[in-house]
């Protein structure tokens, strides 16, 4: 396995020496204007829309956490499995595009 992140802050500093310890591989120097092809970002936009349609929008942060572990609950993980099942190819056509546009 390997973890792939963006360049965010947050995932320097501690975080990173956790993930060394823990002997975690990374892709180091992933490409700033490489598309985002991790799997989860989709899991984020869906949440995201589904939540931007609710009424009444939740107004606290206790709300929030409420509806977004409500959409855990109802999101199948098997309207992800084409996107898990082509990570390699799409790393690959990353790899050739030298991090540009890819046709994902």
Known sequence: MLLIEDGAPIHKGKAKLVRTRLHIRTIDNWPPSSPDINVIEKVWRWMKNRISQLEPFPLTLEALKAVILDL?????PCWFIKDIESTQGRLQE?????GFATKY
């Open 72 to 76: 855990w609950d109802e999101m199948d």
């Open 94 to 98: 990353v790899i050739k595009q030298r």
